[in-house]
């Protein structure tokens, strides 16, 4: 299950291990571009943080079904 929520300058996307065996994690999308995920650590009572550029976040979501290689994406409208 994953919730989706739109806020003034973020949206956040949260997944719930339907197990029940890992912590929710949130990814949230900045409107600056930066793209970020969080899972709470309940052993360090924090969350650990994982930043990434809009960029990488699009080639990780475009390597889900690529076979093995080296790819770039590039964005329609740009060569």
Not at 28 to 39: L, P
Not at 51 to 75: A, C, H, N, R, W
């Given at each position: 299950?994953?919730?989706v929520e739109?806020?003034?300058?973020?949206?956040?996307?949260?997944t719930?291990?339907?197990?029940?065996?890992f912590?929710?994690?949130?990814m949230?999308?900045?409107?600056?571009?930066?793209?970020?995920m969080?899972?709470?650590d309940?052993s360090?009572?924090?969350?650990?943080?994982?930043?990434?550029?809009?960029?990488q976040?699009?080639?990780?979501?475009?390597?889900?079904?690529?076979?093995?290689g080296?790819?770039?994406?590039v964005?329609k409208?740009?060569?």
């Amino acid at each position: 299950m994953f919730t989706v929520e739109f806020n003034s300058d973020t949206s956040v996307i949260t997944t719930l291990d339907h197990a029940g065996i890992f912590e929710d994690i949130e990814m949230v999308i900045a409107d600056n571009g930066i793209v970020y995920m969080r899972q709470f650590d309940e052993s360090m009572g924090d969350y650990q943080m994982l930043f990434m550029s809009m960029q990488q976040f699009t080639d990780i979501l475009t390597s889900y079904k690529t076979p093995e290689g080296m790819y770039k994406v590039v964005p329609k409208g740009k060569k």
